[in-house]
């Protein structure tokens, strides 16, 4: 069985690496980059699985999170709450001794003497003595409570006493789930009947053989039988047979030889730093973790900030290390796409590692995105060449080149069975007669007049001024080189990969030759991207969640890339897109393109104008505005002017009066300026959106905590 449950069919697009023939034994613990918590494995995978998580605001990491109120407690300075403390003290004491020694009369002592019967009074009994001193202690704990409550001994206790120091020295002890509650004991598959399943998977997870991915994968095979995609008595044969190992994904591999991040495979997060605590931030977010998962991705990351801000490192790596775990755990399809390189990390994270331009490439790239219909094979491939060169305004189309090349795709593939290659597409585009002729006489007497209509249309049109093949061809000549010779093949003699592949949770690594072939690169970029957004438009199984990180999109955000990430939310899939610079982007292009992605981020050393566009789309609030004037006071008295002369010289300052103006003023919640100005090196700010469309405000967050 594969990861979802059911028998691995997978061709050779999607499952470039063989399973094992017999159910693996537990390797060895991966590496994990220091600094970085140990993973949840052997003894601790228990302790990870039964660990709080409560629901939390979107964004928040939700492992071991205690909730905070939404408005921010007013906090009495120490100082003031102990001067205030001792002084509610002193008047009582003060209350007391003069009610005590009769200064304010004996109307208090009225209650007790109705209660006491003159039999009482002489002689003294000791009834009566108790009752009386009783009394005392009662008008004594009354006044008590009164200065208590004003002097607000409670918060002293609360702050001061033995429960502040049993928080500060007692380690928080969780009670241990109950059986039917246990998630270690899985009893969502003893309800459904399958004891022995779940009796050989606790077993195994107490023995310290389960791992997070496990689980995870697990999990998933068993929402698969759920749902009716595949049945109970497959599952449970094949965890009875491979016990924490069963479902395996088609790699074999039950995780990454290393992690550089914190994950939690349970809600599907990984952490990307902590929430700063400052005034700026909502306090209900202010020191907690920042937590990433599908359903923040599913409405697209879009992350600018200049190089060594910490993009690759603290943002990409972390999102694809995570997305490669859920795979293997069978949840989502990755595929990440940087320079040759980027440090997207190691190779053996990765099912499928294209390296174009490089001869020692076990994998090629499909030109044509795997499809068999020529129109849409033509309007990927006019995106990747031409879209860039497009009207960048929103409403614009590469209609004519995808007209252009369907022409020539489509009597091409009715000849030949394939579709063209780079040096015969080129030819075919610079409207060479050999082959333009070979396709006419090919065609001829087929009954295929349709395409004959198609390849006459072309000649009528070579050599016209608004012909668009020439340009077609010069953008197909940039891959015309040397250095991709071995790349592209239509013949069938590569392994070429194909965004078709996405049905499956396939884990992707392109590295782009940008070093010598800048040009080129970001035409693969805009290529990956179009058949990425048309892929997953037609993908059956679509619980499998699917995403592509592009690392430096310089070049590749056009208007129909912008319309094709407006329509991934509805699909279960999204992208991951970083910048350099809003400015790598056509002005009419950044409003949409920041409209188009849920999640924003800017990172330390933005420009001005950059921030600029973040500080619009992320809108003004109503803020609280106190506005203070010191007025001098003028004394009108001798007496007075010489109390202010003996207040200048003690404190060497004129006596004054304070005025505070309260008012509600809109104001942006964060400028152009404090983007560019006031992020500390190693912070971002961020707006998160889930696919439930919850939001978070703009946070200033560490990516180093």
Known sequence: MDSDGTQDARGTHANPVPRPAGPPEVPPRPTTAPGVPPRPDGAAFLTWLRAPRPDALPGVWRFGHRPRPEEEPELI??????????IAFLVGWLIWSLLWNGYLGGWWLLPLYAMIPDSWVQPHSFASVVVVYAYYVLIALVIMIGVGRLGRWSEIWRRYGPPAWSRATAPHAERPPVPEQDPAEWPQLRA??????????????????????DHARIVRAWQGVRSGRHSLAAFTGAVLSDGAAACLHPSGERDLPARIARHDLLTGQVRLGTTADDPRNPYAYRGAGLGLGTDLLGTSLLAVGPAGSGKTGTVVQPLAESLCLQALAGRAAVVVVGAAGAGLGPVDSYDVVVRVGNPESVYDLDLYGGTGDPDEAAAVLAEALVGDLADPHPGSDSRR?????????????????????????????????????ALRTALQGSGQESLLRELDARERQLGHPGDVAPVLADRVALLDRPAFAGFFDTSGQSKPFSLKALDHPVRVRIDLPERGHADASRMLARLVLAQFTASVAVREDRSLFACLVLDDATGVVTPEAVRGIQRLRSGNAGVVVTLRTLDDVPRPLRGPLLGATGCRMALSGLTPWDGQDFAEVWGKEWTEARDVTDRQIIAETPAGKALHVLRRVITGKAPTQRAVTVRQVERERWSASELAHAVPPGHAVLSLTNVKGEHAPPLLVDLRG
């Open 192 to 213: 459904a009947g399958a004891v022995d399943a779940a009796e050989r998977l606790a077993t195994e997870a107490r023995a310290g053989l389960m791992r997070d991915v």
């Open 77 to 86: 300075p120490a100082r003031q709450l102990i001067s205030g403390a001792v």
């Open 401 to 437: 080149s995808t007209t252009v090349l369907a022409q020539l795709l489509g009597p091409f593939r009715a000849v030949h069975g394939r579709f063209p290659s780079v040096p015969e597409l080129r030819q075919l585009l610079d409207g060479a007669p050999g082959p333009l002729d």
